[in-house]
């Protein structure tokens, strides 16, 4: 099991840090890829770790790492090589440039070439239509591609070098883009892009220029206002619309005798009076805030974790679940182990059935189960079955 250096913890005590003291459980994504850049991947130890510093339990950490494509559950290779086959980019040749790049690396979706150093998967989107067909290596961009640049891209990577994408910063390894997502600078010496954005995305501005198109009353001299500004303008608006409101009417109830009397004094319960809580509920229990006025999170913690600072509902009776003993950590692991036995990764990434065998055969099955009665068998009735 991987032991996480101490820098990889004080790092993770830095994320933490920046969220709210009640709501630590947000700095659950940028951990993942804290670990994700220590071993190329989200291993069982990675989410062990998370669910450590956090107080969650590794169910709760790994339903998260296996929802987002970006943490990866086995190893990977350094770069990672990601062609975008959607619509778009597939009419424009994706698919082509895809199949290339399997044939000449001998991988296929979400595999890894023997020496450890490329990745190769295929995107659903990579939103980047305009630039069609693309692909990203480390989610950098490379625009336009053809399966001939696509091979001349991964060949300079297996060799060594580093080529230039047509946007954003110069490559860097899978580990150091964790390390930037997880919320940390790049440190390498002329690591920032000094590129500008591609022609496609300033069509829009080009047209707008060309045809003077602007915002009603934009004047683009307008001189940008510090936060400070900013936040003392804000005030002083603010200030002005609590100055503009009309005072409140104090609201008037009749009496027992009939007469006018101001809500909220002393009066006859039920003339215009709060009642008290004891006698509108006959409970002495103080009040309790609305469980809606929690967040989720919060409420589910004390729920399965009460402690004596923790709200209960004023209901004789009640009882509030905790959890059961934890299981040994053998039998958890055993249970890992049969559970990631039972559900090997799809090989393509395709959907099941969709060969034209799995096809027939579910159509032949389903033939079967309606008494040999195809598509057109209707019943006695006339009704189709």
Not at 64 to 72: D, N, S
Request: glycine share 12%; proline share 8%; net charge negative.
């Amino acid at each position: 099991m991987t032991v996480f250096t101490e820098e990889t913890r004080e790092r993770a005590r830095e994320i933490i840090a920046r969220y709210p003291a009640d709501r630590s459980r947000s700095a659950l994504l940028p951990l993942l890829h804290l670990v994700q850049a220590e071993e190329g991947y989200v291993s069982p130890a990675g989410v062990e770790f998370c669910a450590e510093v956090l107080g969650l339990n590794k169910a709760q950490v790994g339903a998260v790492a296996t929802f987002y494509t970006m943490y990866k559950r086995k190893p990977t290779g350094d770069w990672l090589v990601s062609v975008c086959t959607n619509t778009m980019c597939n009419v424009l040749g994706g698919q082509q440039v895809y199949d290339t790049l399997a044939e000449h690396l001998g991988v296929g979706h979400d595999e890894t070439t023997a020496d450890g150093s490329i990745t190769l998967e295929h995107a659903e989107c990579l939103a980047a239509c305009d630039y069609g067909p693309v692909m990203t290596v480390n989610y950098d961009f490379f625009d336009g591609v053809d399966p001939q640049t696509a091979v001349g891209v991964v060949d300079e990577l297996r060799a060594g070098g580093r080529p230039m994408p047509t946007r954003g910063a110069r490559l860097c390894t899978l580990k150091e883009m964790a390390v930037q997502l997880a919320g940390f600078a790049d440190e390498r010496e002329g690591a920032v892009a000094d590129g500008g954005p591609g022609e496609p995305t300033l069509r829009g501005l080009r047209l707008a220029q060309q045809h003077g198109i602007s915002v009603p009353g934009f004047d683009p001299k307008t001189p940008i206002r510090s936060k400070a500004e900013a936040d003392k303008a804000a005030a002083e608006a603010k200030a002005r619309a609590e100055a503009a409101k009309p005072a409140p009417a104090a609201a008037v109830a009749k009496g027992g005798d009939g007469a006018a009397t101001p809500t909220g004094t002393p009066g006859n319960a039920g003339a215009g009076e709060p009642a008290a809580p004891e006698r509108a509920t006959g409970s002495t229990t103080r009040d309790v805030k609305a469980p809606d006025d929690k967040s989720p999170e919060i409420r589910a913690a004390e729920t399965r974790q009460p402690d004596a600072s923790t709200a209960v509902a004023d209901a004789p009776g009640t009882k509030v679940p905790v959890d059961t003993t934890a299981p040994a950590a053998r039998d958890a692991r055993e249970a890992e182990a049969a559970g990631t036995a039972a559900n090997p990764p799809a090989g393509d990434g395709k959907p099941a059935g969709d060969e034209a065998g799995a096809q027939e055969r579910n159509l032949n099955e389903a033939s079967a189960d309606t008494g040999g009665a195809g598509p057109a068998g209707a019943s006695g009735t006339g009704v189709q079955k």
